[in-house]
């Protein structure tokens, strides 16, 4: 079939928390499709009968997106056009979608894609932090070792780096962030964006850590975590002359301690310099 009696995949973004961001094309084209593809069908009914839109909805979310792609491809290859949305804000933004896109890119199906809310780039435009170049890391991993790994390469990056974060999480993130990056790194956080209740609190990490950790309200609710990049001397820092240190010393220590000692010598942090010399041997 080819892509002129195919139908359309619409990606639409849906209200991060106040209904009135919901656009008046994304109305008209939820109204308006053969049937709605979301996250959880429950929340998403809601939504949309507050506009009054009774279409057909059923679930494509992370657990059953590869199974059923193939089945909404066929849909869209019989001439019906659909809608993609998630619990929240703009489709495969750290939701579900991107196999279904993929494939619809792949076997010629027209994809439209809505702008709309997201809280990436709400939260991004009012934390005043640089944006002309950014980041988007998504979720840090749950478990604590692996989180300190990934912010410890994350150390030396100097564009803004914005992650999301849930409220079961956010002081044990916030804590490794302290670790790892140190407690004077500028953080900016948002929380609850667009509700009634959205709070953006900015400072160094400590002082946002604190400001968290002393009132139990802050720890509710969703979170964006908008960190400052690199500062220059960190980036500057002669990193294959700590390297070879590193190697000097690793013929009297372990790697941990010798990464450590090159990190004091040479002015560079202790996790970025282990996690280059790893990086190192695996060359």
């Given at each position: 079939?080819?892509?002129?009696?195919?139908?359309?995949?619409?990606?639409?973004?849906?209200?991060?928390?106040?209904?009135?961001?919901?656009?008046?094309?994304?109305?008209?084209?939820?109204?308006?499709?053969?049937?709605?593809?979301?996250?959880?069908?429950?929340?998403?009914?809601?939504?949309?009968?507050?506009?009054a839109i009774n279409n057909?909805?059923?679930?494509?979310?992370?657990?059953?997106?590869?199974?059923?792609?193939?089945?909404?491809?066929?849909?869209?290859?019989?001439?019906?056009?659909?809608?993609?949305?998630?619990?929240?804000?703009?489709?495969?933004?750290?939701?579900?979608?991107?196999?279904?896109?993929?494939?619809?890119?792949?076997?010629?199906?027209?994809?439209?894609?809505?702008?709309?809310?997201?809280?990436?780039?709400?939260?991004?435009?009012?934390?005043?932090?640089?944006?002309?170049?950014?980041?988007?890391?998504?979720?840090?991993?749950?478990?604590?070792?692996?989180?300190?790994?990934?912010?410890?390469?994350?150390?030396?990056?100097?564009?803004?780096?914005?992650?999301?974060?849930?409220?079961?999480?956010?002081?044990?993130?916030?804590?490794?962030?302290?670790?790892?990056?140190?407690?004077?790194?500028?953080?900016?956080?948002?929380?609850?964006?667009?509700?009634?209740?959205?709070?953006?609190?900015?400072?160094?990490?400590?002082?946002?850590?604190?400001?968290?950790?002393?009132?139990?309200?802050?720890?509710?609710?969703?979170?964006?975590?908008?960190?400052?990049g690199a500062p220059v001397?960190?980036?500057?820092?002669?990193?294959?002359?700590?390297?070879?240190?590193?190697?000097?010393?690793?013929?009297?220590?372990?790697?941990?301690?010798?990464?450590?000692?090159?990190?004091?010598?040479?002015?560079?942090?202790?996790?970025?310099?282990?996690?280059?010399?790893?990086?190192?041997?695996?060359?």
């Amino acid at each position: 079939m080819s892509q002129t009696s195919a139908g359309t995949l619409y990606i639409v973004p849906t209200p991060i928390g106040n209904l009135g961001d919901l656009s008046p094309r994304a109305q008209e084209t939820l109204a308006n499709v053969a049937a709605i593809a979301a996250e959880d069908t429950r929340h998403s009914r809601k939504l949309l009968q507050q506009f009054a839109i009774n279409n057909e909805v059923f679930a494509l979310h992370e657990h059953n997106e590869r199974e059923r792609a193939q089945a909404v491809i066929e849909r869209l290859q019989g001439g019906d056009s659909l809608a993609l949305i998630s619990d929240a804000g703009t489709p495969l933004i750290s939701d579900p979608g991107y196999v279904l896109v993929q494939q619809c890119r792949e076997q010629g199906i027209r994809v439209v894609a809505l702008p709309g809310p997201c809280a990436i780039t709400t939260a991004l435009s009012g934390a005043g932090l640089p944006t002309d170049r950014f980041t988007f890391e998504g979720f840090l991993p749950a478990k604590p070792q692996q989180r300190r790994k990934t912010l410890s390469e994350l150390v030396a990056e100097p564009r803004t780096m914005v992650f999301y974060e849930s409220p079961h999480r956010i002081l044990a993130t916030l804590s490794d962030l302290e670790e790892v990056l140190g407690a004077e790194r500028k953080l900016v956080l948002a929380r609850e964006l667009t509700k009634q209740f959205e709070t953006y609190l900015s400072g160094s990490i400590a002082e946002v850590a604190a400001q968290v950790n002393a009132d139990s309200n802050q720890q509710r609710g969703e979170f964006v975590l908008m960190l400052a990049g690199a500062p220059v001397t960190e980036q500057a820092g002669d990193t294959q002359a700590a390297l070879r240190t590193v190697t000097l010393l690793r013929e009297h220590m372990p790697l941990k301690k010798a990464a450590a000692c090159a990190a004091e010598i040479h002015g560079l942090r202790k996790n970025q310099l282990y996690q280059l010399a790893l990086e190192h041997d695996n060359t």
